[in-house]
């Protein structure tokens, strides 16, 4: 059973510039959230897709966007970076176990991203 | 709103002691779940439990233990007898009923265990 997992690891854009992030859901898995860690912080939700729809977005302004493919693998698009936006994302994927909350996630090892 | 506390930014303790780690909570639905996850230094977020707000029984997992309280909003973790691979950031997490279903994450513990 692979897990989660994420590429590129580590990349510099400079401000303005456009990022994509992929993600590759664990066996069985047909749900994928993403989550932007800042440095020395928690992670925050981004956005959950599920039948590759988005199906729930946290504070997060439309230049972060988001794909599902058939597959169930994920993309994270950002455009017109910023400084802030250096941080670590995480994509996780789960079952969807209805509207409980119980899904347990399982994360990948995140995309290092540093806005200069 | 969902909020998750945790006041101890960093702990250190030498190998074989005990620790606990806090985790207070904050949420208006009756039906929650709350998480432990821990993030080493490769990045990834490892599950740890999951509890449910109906199930306040304490649990025993080998050297790791929970004690989750309703009355006081909290879910503190504890290590027994810490062993350096402890050695991580400790995340607590809440979800609730709804769309998304995401997690509200602290903002983590350090734990640095010395030998």
Same mark, same amino acid.
């Given at each position: ?54 199906n729930?977005r ?21 455009n ?37 | ?9 960093e ?28 993030q ?14 109906f199930?306040? *029984?304490?649990?025993? !997992?080998?050297? #790791? ?6 009355s006081? @909003?909290?879910?503190?973790? =504890?290590?027994?007898?810490? *062993?350096?691979v402890? !050695?991580?950031? #400790? ?7 709804? @769309?998304?279903?995401?997690? =509200? ?9 010395l030998?």
């Amino acid at each position: 059973e692979t897990g989660v997992t994420q590429s590129p690891t580590h990349l510099i854009k400079t401000r303005g510039q456009q990022v994509t992030l992929r993600c590759s859901s664990q066996s069985g898995h047909n749900t994928v959230s993403w989550y932007q860690q800042a440095l020395g912080q928690g992670p925050q939700f981004i956005f959950q897709y599920y039948r590759e729809e988005e199906n729930g977005r946290g504070n997060f302004p439309p230049r972060f966007s988001g794909l599902q493919f058939p597959n169930y693998s994920s993309e994270l698009n950002v455009n017109a970076l910023e400084l802030d936006d250096s941080a670590l994302y995480l994509c996780a994927s789960s079952t969807r176990l209805g509207a409980t909350g119980a899904n347990v996630l399982t994360f990948g090892a995140g995309s290092r991203l540093t806005v200069l | 709103a969902q909020k998750v506390t945790q006041a101890q930014t960093e702990i250190s303790v030498v190998e074989k002691e005990d620790v606990t780690l806090d985790c207070v909570y904050e949420t208006r639905d009756t039906t929650y779940y709350l998480f432990w996850y821990k993030q080493p230094p490769s990045g990834e977020l490892v599950f740890l439990i999951r509890r449910n707000s109906f199930d306040e *029984q304490n649990e025993i !997992s080998g050297r #790791y233990s929970w004690n989750f309280q309703k009355s006081t @909003s909290s879910f503190n973790f =504890t290590i027994t007898a810490s *062993q350096v691979v402890d !050695s991580a950031v #400790y995340f607590c997490a809440l979800s609730v009923s709804g @769309s998304a279903r995401q997690l =509200t994450f602290g903002s983590g513990t350090q734990l640095t265990v010395l030998p």
